[in-house]
């Protein structure tokens, strides 16, 4: 399984940007998928996941109401829109890909099983 995320960037305080992870074969609907971020000098948090249906979606406290974790099966990709972005959010973003039939969202970062390279999103003041 390969995951390949994109659409970071540069974007000032305020902007918005929507990130999108792209899977070899038909990955995304039989995972549970999510959105990681690690900033310099710190270590790797759980930033939003997401059921396999879709029906499910857990975020962390620092981006609820800003960001939105979305999936179009069909298309094998998973989305992380996210708005209202503030400089504390500058990190390089990884998506994640839960074990094959995974049941609900999954919150940290041992219970996924394959990882993308990995985004970088700078939000400038």
């Known amino acids: 399984v390969q995951l390949q995320a994109s659409g970071g960037g540069l974007v000032q305080a305020g902007g918005s940007l929507r990130l999108s992870c792209g899977a070899s074969?038909?990955?995304?609907?039989?995972?549970?998928m999510g959105w990681f971020r690690q900033a310099p000098g710190k270590e790797r948090e759980f930033v939003a996941g997401?059921?396999?249906?879709?029906?499910?979606?857990d975020y962390a406290d620092s981006v609820k109401g800003r960001f939105t974790i979305a999936r179009d099966n069909a298309k094998n990709t998973v989305y992380l829109q996210m708005n209202s972005l503030k400089p504390e959010d500058t990190a390089v973003y990884y998506c994640a890909a839960g074990p094959l039939f995974s049941y609900g969202t999954l919150l940290s970062d041992v219970d996924y099983q394959y990882w993308g390279q990995g985004t970088q999103v700078t939000v400038s003041s």
């Open positions: 074969g038909r990955t995304v609907g039989s995972r549970s």
């Open positions: 997401i059921s396999r249906s879709g029906g499910s979606t």
